[in-house]
């Protein structure tokens, strides 16, 4: 399988606790997106990676939340002191480079559950 | 802002019947619109496509048409059926290979 793959699927923890998520793109794809997705609701975009630059940063994504992508390939996404706030499904996606695919077709990975206790 | 706005579900039909699914809106620029699927225990994936006004997109037997006029992108299909069940997101993005902007999902369930 060559989708989007995030690790792990699901994360219990105690508020206070760091996190960190991973998601390994289609290995051609140049950027890579994050998204929050809390419960009834669509997705709420967070940043966005094109290679290794961080490009775009949401004002949803706090001083708590910081994520990397050192080599242009997988990302992380940590979330430093949790709160009960951030209970919510992380998604990560990922599209090609302008000419390669679909226009601004996003592939999105299954996500990661967070419960914050 | 950029918004979607989506129906609120849960959307209930037979198998078999006809499906709308209303998704009206309103961007700063001039943008590309998509419908996403999310089935039971998966991760989105995209259904269908319009990047024009009068463009029409279709997949699996659903179509969506592009109205700048009314600013809208319905979903259809003509007969439904259990493997359907699902949520549906409508999303839009602005400035090609920018950020996705998306609905708060419209839950479809179909019974036999």
């Known amino acids: 399988d060559t989708g989007v793959s995030q690790d792990p699927r699901h994360k219990i923890t105690k508020r206070g606790q760091n996190v960190t998520f991973r998601c390994d793109p289609i290995?051609?794809?140049?950027?890579l997106y994050w998204y929050r997705q809390t419960l009834g609701q669509g997705p709420e975009f967070l940043t966005y990676f094109q290679n290794e630059a961080q490009l775009e940063k949401s004002r949803l994504l706090s001083d708590r939340f910081s994520a990397e992508r050192p080599k242009g390939s997988f990302s992380t996404l940590e979330i430093q002191r949790t709160e009960q706030g951030d209970s919510a499904m992380y998604l990560c996606?990922?599209?090609?480079?302008?000419?390669?695919?679909?226009?601004?077709?996003?592939?999105f990975g299954p996500g990661t559950r967070l419960t914050v206790l | 802002g950029d918004s979607v706005t989506q129906m609120e579900g849960p959307v209930t039909l037979s198998e078999e019947a006809f499906l709308t699914i209303n998704c009206t809106y309103t961007?700063?620029?001039?943008?590309?619109l998509f419908w996403y699927v999310q089935y039971p225990g998966e991760g989105l994936q995209l259904l269908l496509k319009?990047?024009?006004?009068?463009d029409k997109g279709s997949n699996k037997g659903f179509e969506a048409t592009y109205r700048k006029e009314t600013t809208s992108f319905h979903l259809e299909k003509g007969s439904v059926q259990v493997s359907d069940s699902a949520v549906y997101f409508c999303?839009?993005?602005?400035?090609?290979?920018?950020?996705?902007?998306f609905g708060k999902g419209t839950m479809l369930l179909v019974s036999p």
């Open positions: 290995s051609e794809h140049n950027r």
């Open positions: 996606a990922s599209s090609p480079t302008r000419g390669q695919s679909s226009y601004n077709e996003q592939f």
């Open positions: 319009a990047t024009k006004a009068d």
């Open positions: 999303a839009l993005s602005v400035a090609g290979y920018s950020t996705l902007t």
């Open positions: 961007a700063t620029g001039y943008p590309s």
